[in-house]
Structures are given as C-alpha cells and as structure tokens.
T-cell receptor
Framework: AQKVTQAQTEISVVEKEDVTLDCVYE???????LFWYKQPPSGELVFLIR??????QNEISGRYSWNFQKSTSSFNFTITASQVVDSAVYFC????????????FGAGTQVVVTP | EAQVTQNPRYLITVTGKKLTVTCSQN?????MSWYRQDPGLGLRQIYY???????DKGDVPEGYKVSRKEKRNFPLILESPSPNQTSLYFC????????????FGPGTRLTVL
C-alpha cells in the first residue's frame, strides 16, 4: 500500500524565517513520482514541483528548495526567507506507478507566516 | 485560457436528492480525476479516468458515480447524497496519467443536510 505522511499539522513562523516541510512516503514500487502542491487561502491547488524516483538531484527555485532522499523515503520542501504570501496549506503527493492513475496525498501542512 | 472548470462552485442540498457536479477541461487532456478534501485527511481520490469510456475507482468511491463519454467532461454524480459526503470536491486533469502534472479546478463546496 502507498502512504504519504506529513507529520507537521501546522507551522507558524515570522516573516523572513526559513520553513521546512517534511514529507515521508511509503511505496513498494521502484518507479514513482512525487509532487508538492500549494493551497493558498483562496482555495485553489497550485502545482509546485514534480520529481521522479530516479532523479535524486535536489532543486532550488527562487526561495523554494526540495530535498529528495530515497534512502529515507523523504521529499522535504524548504521555503527560504518566508513571506506572508507563503501562508498556505502545502500538500505532498505520491503517484506510485507512472502507468496508473492514482495519486496519494498527504494530510497537508498549514504554514502561517506573520509579519 | 487553459483551465479546468467545475459547476456549481457551492451547493447546499438535502439527503437523498440526486446531484451532479460537472467538470470540464479545455486542454485536450486524456486523464481526469475527482478528489474530496476533508480537514486532517488531505485530498482523497474518488474516481479517475485514463481516457474516454475508461474509469476506475480511487480510494473512496463509495456513494459516487462518474462517466466519461467525452474527453473534455467528467461529471461526478451523487445518486443519494448523505451528510458524510459534505466536503470540498476538486476535479483535475492531465495530458496523460502517470508523470504528468495534474491541473485542478477551483473546487466545489458541497453541503448535504
């Protein structure tokens, strides 16, 4: 069975602090994809990043960075120098087999950034 | 503009009254999917469709039906809604399944009294 765990329910920070969101996944498949989505207070779901199981290269995009470690089944997400606009719920998701249609989400982490 | 649309955006209904939530995409995507979002549970997949006339169950299909007669539309049908189906529903689409990024509709907030 596949499972995505986001152990942090809510994280509160003051603007300009860094925030790291944890994501741990479980799957028996050797091929899979991992995603991060953002849901701001307006409610829409915004795609942030996709990573496949064969690509452990970490990525930085502006203030966002991702740390994929297959050995620990983790796909963590860091916001550097947080801003109020980063306040949102962040979801980690797993697609265990590229030929399937299923997508497994974690419960989400609420990030609150105060000025 | 490329988008996934859902209607209605808000719906309040009563137990047992059949309803349909429509979902349409204009990106010629083969794959479409429905999710429900509940506090503390994240998004859970209800049904998905890899192509026209091809649908399959997600993790929480009970109480829901879908159909995929045309590529652009993927309606979600609640034949006899119950209060435990009160939720926020999202439709999503992607070019194909698997690695492709899913694009989500704006959501439909359903309340069943």
């Amino acid at each position: 069975a596949q499972k995505v765990t986001q152990a942090q329910t809510e994280i509160s920070v003051v603007e300009k602090e860094d925030v790291t969101l944890d994501c741990v996944y479980e799957t028996r498949d050797t091929t899979y994809y991992l995603f991060w989505y953002k849901q701001p207070p307006s409610g829409e779901l915004v795609f942030l990043i996709r990573r496949n199981s064969f690509d452990e290269q970490n990525e930085i995009s502006g203030r966002y960075s991702w740390n994929f470690q297959k050995s620990t089944s983790s796909f963590n997400f860091t916001i550097t120098a947080s801003q109020v606009v980063d306040s949102a719920v962040y979801f980690c998701a797993l697609r265990p087999d590229p030929s399937w249609g299923k997508l497994q989400f974690g419960a989400g982490t609420q990030v609150v950034v105060t000025p | 503009e490329a988008q996934v649309t859902q209607n209605p955006r808000y719906l309040i209904t009563v137990t047992g009254k059949k309803l349909t939530v429509t979902c349409s995409q204009n990106m010629n995507h083969e794959y479409m999917s429905w999710y429900r979002q509940d506090p503390g549970l994240g998004l859970r997949q209800i049904y998905y469709s890899m192509n026209v006339e091809v649908t399959d169950k997600g993790d929480v299909p009970e109480g829901y039906k879908v159909s995929r007669k045309e590529k652009r539309n993927f309606p979600l049908i609640l034949e006899s809604p119950s209060p435990n189906q009160t939720s926020l529903y999202f439709c999503a689409s992607s070019l194909v399944g698997g690695a492709d990024t899913q694009y989500f509709g704006p959501g439909t907030r359903l309340t069943v009294l």
